[in-house]
């Protein structure tokens, strides 16, 4: 019987291979990873010319079978400052074929002798299934999938908690929302829980919780004014709209009413807190505009600091592994 | 009839539908049992087996196979999947009626049986389908069913939503004194599960089925069984919730018996940890806690059986992100190892094991089967519950390569099965 991997992302060497989740990795690496973007930060903001030759003559694929625009937006650009080839591929998941649909299609382009495949997919674990059927110099960077994971942008969280807060030690951060069907929590609790935060708390009604949410290593709050007291960072969830329907919540009014980020619902968090969200953002849903525009909201630094992340994410795991050669 | 006579001596037998379990020799001629212990006067066998150290018992019965023929044949055929339940101790199989086309006409029954009969491993006995093409909607011909063999009807993995018809289906089958097998879900808690709503579907991200899905499914069936008056046996239990409201059920009086898949009794939501669909199966594999009251339920006899739950697919049904690929192990040829296991760890003992797989089954049913006495229908397995061996592509008859446990150490393996009296597998002991 097989056993569950851990390091089914790291390569003998114990460097990243494939990036498909926090789930594994260890503190070192997360800090690595910052690191990494550290020094790409400075590139991507400072520099009249904003391309490194990292990836020079590296094919990147972009398969997409999920519709997203800031994220492949970022991947995109974070290739192409790292002078790799980009290719752009969407699949809508009802378009492509059931059963071997999806192995052919990675097949197809991999026989294109490509290098990388950043993935989102609305299935938990495709990436794990692509991972493990493609060929061993090609890597695989999980962009999203399904409610499971979204890891590239739990680092570029850390890294904006880091740049804001310096460490992490005693930090009290709460997550509120749609935790349920949200891969980028999952993937926020696992890296705040690696880099060793003070406490973790998860907001929400219990319809959008999963079961046994303590299991996680959180605190579990259904109200805001409780969940918010004292804590140093607050991220914000999207509100998927589907999830208004099917008997997940009876109306967004009521839904602001209990778990909207107001600027008075704010003044419970520290008074140096900051306010994060990876968009998009549903404005009078899920956080009012004076908050999502305020002083305390770094929504939009989160976003120039993720094409610094997946820079580093996509060099780790482009440069840690024995290269097959692969003509 | 005519068949060969066979004596097979040295063995260990046990019987447990006639309170048997000691050393004893049994002679086949006919194709029935011709006598147990004394060699009849002038009995001339034509092969002696001799089986020291082995146990003998009668063949398995199994209530739950899927055959994927007629209809499904990329999958497997019902040559290929009557040589794997024959290699794997089982000499009877109940068919459910998801086929294509479904089992809700007499001449689908027939066929299915008369193809099994004339390929002569094992054989097939259809169960019907509850409501025309498992719809839900209409009840299906039962009485024509029944009497073109089928055993029982039943829904399969379609669950009935709408309670009156269930109510009447139920009724229906009552008034011809029809089993009816529930694989109790309730669709709407199971919505797009695909494992255990726990500790593992949370980590994974993956939809998960809560424990409720069945558990609502047994007590809706469980209080239209005393309006109705049918006899209801559930399939494949998967949680220790269900166990207990059956195990009150059968206290009552009420009449029900329950099954559980030989797998579910070993493993648990924990092995689905790194998306490998092989672990895939519906109902889905639970926690510590359900599994370990599924073998209690199987030890203390309120499981009368175990089943397969067999499911061959193709390759390519299991080569997809998790929740795309298809449910359910290839499992005839793995179920006596699993059961033998659950007897090395001290949670079952051998005589309750074998009855699971006999006398249980042939009871839950209403048939005479499942035991060896002067008469009875030489349905036999001869098994060494000491061989060693791993399952591998080479040595696999099953058409579905779907097995979590290829390259796993198994003990216990069959040498001979018989079917009415006629040698159908031989095992030489290398693998």
Redesign the interface.
Known sequence: ?????PD?QLDANGQLRHFLSI?GLDREMLIRIMDTAESFAGVVADQPVKKVPLLRGKTIVNLFFENSTRTRTTFELAAKRLSADVLNINIETSATA??????DTVRNIQAMHVDMFVVR?S????P??IARHVEPHVSVINAG?????HPTQAMLDMFTIRRYKRTFEDLQVAIVGDILHS?VA?SQILALNTLGVGQIRVIGPRTLL????E??GVRVFHKMDDGLKDVDVVMMLRLQKERMRGAMLPSEHEYFACFGLTRERLRFAKPDAIVMHPGPINRGVEIESRVADGDSSVILQQVGYGIAIRMAIMTMAMHSKPRGKKA | MAGPRIAISGARLVDPANGVDRQQSIYIAKGVVAAVGKRPDGFHADREIRAPGQIVCPGFIDLCARIREPGQEHKATIASETAAAVAGGFTTLCCPPDTQPVIDTPAVAAMIRDRAERIGKARILPVGALTRALRGEELSEMRALKKAGCVAASNAHNPIANTLVLRRAMEYAASFDLLVMVRPEDPWLRNHGVIH???V????????I?EAAETVAVAQVLALLKQTGARVHFAQLSCAGAVEMVARAVDLGLPVSADVAAHQLC?TE??V??????YHVIPPFRTELDRAALCRGVAGGILAAICSDHQPHEE??K??????TEPGISSLETVLSLTLGLVSSGQLDLFRAIASLTHGPATVLGLAAGQIKPGSVADVCVFDPEAIWQADSRNWCSRGLNS??FG?ELKGRVTHTLVGGRIVHEWSGQS
């Open positions: 019987m097989n056993q569950p991997a089914f789930d059931k059963g071997e649909g999806l192995l997919h299935e938990s674990g495709a794990y299934f999938d399904g409610r499971h994971s891969r999952r999963p079961v046994d949410a299991s996680l | 709503e726990g500790l579907a949370t980590r994974l991200g993956l939809p998960g809560p493993l924990s092995v940890g790194d998306y490998d669909s092989l390519g049904a080569l997809n992100a998790f929740s795309s979590p446990f796993t």
